[in-house]
């Protein structure tokens, strides 16, 4: 192989390589949800309340659960998960691609007042 061809594969393969690289440079959007301490729940994007979200795009909801006396329900289409459960505290994350529809979450031991849903479409 001529040294010309060795370095036209050479720029070849670095242009692959930046291509690969790009989709793992996008890291799924926080999606931040809280519950407790006292008869609170929230769930924001960029500090402001959830009110819609994009189907088919991966949110990472990362849930931060205050207290024992609750938990962290998320209730739609093709989506029934506990995310924090009563009995613990502290934080966990689940990356999940939604669809399109009304998605609730709530806390189940107070979902009378502990409440709030957004939409997906
Ligand atoms: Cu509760």
């Given at each position: ?5 060795l370095?036209?594969l050479?720029?070849?393969l670095a242009?692959?390589?930046l ?6 440079a996008?890291?799924?959007?926080k999606?931040?949800g ?5 008869h609170?729940i929230?769930l ?7 009110t819609?979200l ?6 990472r909801?990362?849930?931060?659960d205050?207290s024992?006396d609750?938990?962290?329900r998320?209730?739609g ?5 506990v ?12 990356v999940l691609?939604?669809?399109?529809g ?10 009378d007042?502990?409440?709030g ?5």
């Open positions: 192989m001529s040294r010309k061809s370095s036209l050479a720029a070849v242009t692959s390589a291509v690969v690289a790009a989709p793992a996008a890291a799924p959007v999606v931040a809280t519950v407790g301490p006292g609170t929230t924001k994007l960029g500090g402001k309340k959830v819609k994009k189907a088919g795009t991966a949110y909801f990362v849930v931060s205050r024992e609750h938990d962290f998320l209730v289409p093709g989506v029934n998960r995310i924090t459960g009563e009995e613990f505290t502290g934080t966990k994350s689940v691609k939604l669809k399109k009304a998605y609730r979450f709530f806390c189940a031991p107070h979902a007042d502990m409440r849903g957004f939409k997906v479409g």
